[in-house]
Every structure is written in C-alpha cells, then in structure tokens.
C-alpha cells in the first residue's frame, strides 16, 4: 500500500502518547504531516519534535497539510467537532471510543462521511489485541459452535465491555433488550491510583440478543487495577467448548480454551502458541497465533499478525490495527474493519444499561429514540 499522509487531531496523553509513536513507526503505511490541537503550545510542541506543522484547526489544517486520513483522540463529547468538519473536508477518519457520547450526534457524524463518501472508523481497541483476535477467529471458523452466553467480566467499561460481549456473539446479531443495575457499595478504604478508595460504583447489565443469546456486563470503578479488584477478564460459554480468562486484562496465554474430545466425554484444551519474528528494525514481533488442541487432534486455526515489519507491543498492536482499518478502507473504497455502526451500537447499549438502571432497572427496548442533532 503506498504511504496515506495522515494528521493526528488530539495531542493530549493518548494522542501524543499512544498514537503519535505508532504512527511515527508505521513509517512504509503512513507520513505524519500536521498535529492539531486546541492547545497551540501542545500542538506545537509535539509537531516540532516531529518536524511537521500544527494547527488548532481542523478546517485549516486540511486547506494546508490536506492530509488523506486522520486520527482524532480528543474528549469523546466533542468527536462531532473535529469528525464533522473532516469529513466535509473529504477527509476520512478514525475516532477514538466512543463514537460520541450522544447519538445524535452520532449520527451526524454517520450522514456526514456519507454525504461526502469519506469513510470514518471507531477505534475500539479491545477485540483487536491479538489475544482477543485467536478467540475470536476460532469462533468464526466455527470450532465453539453458537455462542450462548459471553461475559464481560469488569475487563472493559460501557462501550468497551458491550464490544467484547459482542465480539463472542457476533458482531452482525442484533441486542434487542437491554435490563441495567448500578450499585455503590462501601469497601475497605485503600490506595489506588495516586488517590484513597472506600466505596465502589458497581454496573452490572443483561443484553438479550436476537438469537436467543445472552450478554452479561460486569464493571466496578475500582476494576483498572486497584489491588482490590484484581480479578479483570472475560469469558463465553458456548454449543461445543468455553473459554475462560485467567483474570488478567492482558492476554498471558493462560485461558482456558476447551472443546470436548472424540468421545463427549472429557474436556479436550485448547492451547495457543506465540511465535516470534524479527520486525525490520531486528526487534522480536508477534508473527502468527496459532491454536491447537493438547493432545493435538490435527485441529489448527492461525490469526497471522499482517503488521509484524514494525516492532509492535500486543497493546500498540491493536491502535496499528485501527490506523490501517482507516488506511485501507481509503486507499481501496471499502467499509474500515469496524466501522461508525458498530461503535455506535456499542455506545447505544452501555446507555441502554444506564437507562435501565435509573429507572428502576425496567428492561429497556432497542433500538432507543434519538433526539437528532
């Protein structure tokens, strides 16, 4: 793919901490050409280091730099801000999560890269680990059968766990009820990031899924690691096998992944191997997953990393993969690898949930009225 010139939009902690270095290093895919913030001392700061211009905004920063694509990571309320004007600008882009957090604007967004045939991607990063990519592809190779019932158990908040339940059941099945509790419950008083703890916010929702499946949502305030918590997975029960995470938020190679062996009569594992290869700078990268059953019974599934030229953690993996979904589905006029829908349903069912549990915890219908925007 020929190099896309690409502009960061947000140069807060994510956008110059996360993005801008993952950018940098997609050097074959992508050239950085402008940084835009409404901090112009920020904005300046990060694109000088980077020998490019910046700008606080958006529109002038496309009449000047006319980047193919962008990056926007600003506060989630505002992604209509910047999304609306790129697009309009015929500019395609990606957005970190939310979408937005109102749905009307949401949908703005939606009919504006329309409008304008630019194409917008969401970055939900949580399916896109690579951890997340092998369950999800022994999935789709149909190794679990129907998925029954997938758990987000405090892993991810709102969107993101609503994504990961997703992931399991089927992206393309619709939620059709959704039932939300919110709960505060006082706690042992304890430190956890840089402040003291002694109550926790507890969400909990059940997504009824058109084909009978069901979604159950876990998440605490004190679930992104207070000591207290520590326990931060997900899980699915499927037709012919489970998976169940060992309690960590990132990937260790330590769930357990069952089918049933020859017999229906014992659990048959599922083990996934990580083999390495040299990335162009000569560091070791991820290059294929590859699961098969202990003891192996010829069954194979393989994800293969299509990014392992950069040295790329597992984490900066998944961001990779959203700046090449936006790159891709510009260069060759396809829909990005998520997509605008797909973000907003998540975003519309973790307002289900909340919806839900400020009315007495009464089931609430998809899909939810919409004030337009």
């Not at 270095?21 to 895919?29: N, R, T, W």
């Not at 050239?31 to 112009?40: N, Y």
């Not at 304890?190 to 909990?204: G, I, N, P, T, V």
Request: glycine letters at 8%; one cysteine or more.
């Amino acid at each position: 793919m020929d190099k896309l010139k690409i502009a960061l939009v947000g140069a807060g902690n994510r956008g110059s901490g996360a993005y801008l270095p993952i950018i940098v290093k997609m050097d074959e895919d992508l050239e950085l050409v402008a940084i835009c913030d409404e901090s112009e001392e920020r904005a300046k700061q990060h694109a000088e280091k980077h020998g490019v211009p910046y700008f606080t905004d958006v529109v002038a920063m496309c009449e000047s730099a006319k980047p193919d694509i962008a990056a926007v990571v600003i506060n989630p309320h505002r992604n209509h801000e910047a999304g609306i004007p790129l697009s309009q600008m015929v500019v395609s882009y990606c957005t970190e999560t939310p979408i937005d957090t109102d749905l009307g604007w949401a949908d703005k967004m939606i009919a504006a890269a329309k409008e304008n045939k630019t194409k917008l991607e969401v970055c939900e990063n949580y399916y896109r680990v690579p951890g997340e990519r092998i369950k999800r592809q022994l999935i789709l190779e149909g190794v679990f059968g129907k998925v029954l019932t997938a758990y987000n158990d405090f892993n991810g908040h709102g969107y993101h766990g609503v994504g990961l339940i997703r992931s399991y059941i089927g992206f393309d099945v619709q939620i059709k009820r959704v039932i939300g509790m919110h709960r505060n419950f006082e706690v042992q008083e304890h430190s956890y990031r840089d402040s003291s703890f002694k109550a926790e916010d507890w969400q909990m929702g059940l997504l009824e899924f058109e084909n009978g499946s069901v979604g159950v949502f876990n998440f605490g305030g004190l679930s992104y690691g207070s000591p207290l918590r520590w326990y931060n997975s997900s899980r699915f029960y499927a037709e012919k096998g489970m998976c169940v995470g060992d309690g960590q938020r990132s990937y260790t190679y330590k769930e357990q992944i069952t089918i049933l062996n020859a017999e229906a009569n014992t659990k048959l594992p599922i083990v996934v191997e990580k083999r390495t290869t040299k990335a162009k700078d000569g560091a070791d990268t991820l290059d294929v997953l590859v699961a098969k059953t202990d003891p192996d019974t010829g069954l194979e599934v393989v994800w293969k990393n299509r990014l392992s030229k950069y040295s790329l953690s597992d984490g900066q993996l998944s961001v990779a993969y959203e700046l090449l979904s936006i790159a891709e589905a510009h260069k060759n006029d396809t829909e990005p690898e998520y997509g605008a829908i797909n973000g907003r349903v998540d975003q519309e069912v973790s307002i289900a949930m909340a919806k839900s549990w400020s009315s007495g915890n009464a089931p609430v219908e998809l899909p939810l009225a919409v004030e337009p925007r």
